[in-house]
């Protein structure tokens, strides 16, 4: 296997990334816009200035702590999500294939311009289209823009999630209004769930308690009755999988 010079890899990344964000700026104009906002749950970057916005499918590459002067990959913060990291497993991958610590090491010592170039390198191995640094005081966070998603697709994928008072953004759910935090009344799914998984465009959590699976099976399905019962209501995710745990101890 041949070897690859790291100061120069990373040099050569840098350099390609100045030009990328060129483009990235002249095509886009990011600093036009009065606000930025990143949401991990969504995976979507959003820049915008009153009802006027633009939105990227981004990855958090990681942070540096200007008080301590060092840097987190976000594969190694337990604050990211599963899924935000396994997208930078072929960075690590790389590292280790090539040797490189700064690569493989979740957490050193490092400046400002190095993070430059790791996230550099990143958008290189991930093809992204430009990096961006949120304004921020003490703690600096690296992004690599991957692609622009159109208005229409944004909004779909935002409306796909809620804002949950105990677990910020998650995957909307819908639940009966029986179900809840305290009390076993049983747990109904229209399929099988775990934790983290996938879902096909048309489908979406639902469970419902065992009241309401007798009054369905009564009506012989779900109605306009047996709806009435189940006075289906939005949860996130995580709040599903707290009910379903409850009621059912699946893990």
């Given at each position: ?12 990344c ?32 959003t ?6 916005e ?11 702590s ?9 594969w ?56 961006y ?18 208005t229409?697709?944004?909004?779909l ?5 809620i ?32 934790e ?35 006075n ?10 707290e ?9």
């Amino acid at each position: 296997m041949s070897q690859i010079n790291y100061p120069k890899f990373a040099n050569e990344c840098l350099q390609e990334l100045i030009e990328k964000q060129d483009v990235f700026n002249v095509e886009y104009d990011i600093d036009g816009y009065e606000n930025w906002f990143y949401n991990d749950a969504t995976g979507l970057l959003t820049f915008s200035t009153g009802e006027e916005e633009v939105n990227f499918k981004y990855l958090r590459v990681g942070s540096l702590s200007k008080n301590s002067n060092t840097w987190k990959w976000s594969w190694d913060n337990d604050m990211i999500s599963p899924d935000a990291k396994e997208k930078l497993n072929c960075v690590r991958e790389f590292g280790e294939k090539y040797d490189f610590d700064k690569l493989t090491d979740g957490y050193f010592e490092s400046s400002e311009e190095e993070a430059w170039e790791l996230s550099a390198i990143t958008a290189k191995l991930t093809d992204g289209i430009g990096v961006y640094r949120p304004v921020s005081e003490h703690l600096l966070v690296f992004i690599v823009v991957k692609e622009f998603v159109d208005t229409e697709s944004a909004q779909l994928i935002k409306e796909r999630y809620i804002e949950c008072d105990v677990h910020d953004y998650r995957r909307i759910a819908f639940v009966c209004k029986h179900l809840n935090h305290t009390s076993k009344v049983g747990f109904e799914e229209s399929f099988e769930t775990h934790e983290n998984m996938e879902l096909e465009e048309e489908e979406d959590f639902q469970a419902w308690c065992d009241e309401c699976e007798k009054v369905r099976q009564k009506e012989g399905g779900w109605n306009d009755k047996s709806m009435v019962f189940a006075n289906i209501k939005l949860v996130c995710e995580q709040c599903y999988f707290e009910m379903k745990e409850l009621n059912l101890g699946y893990k």
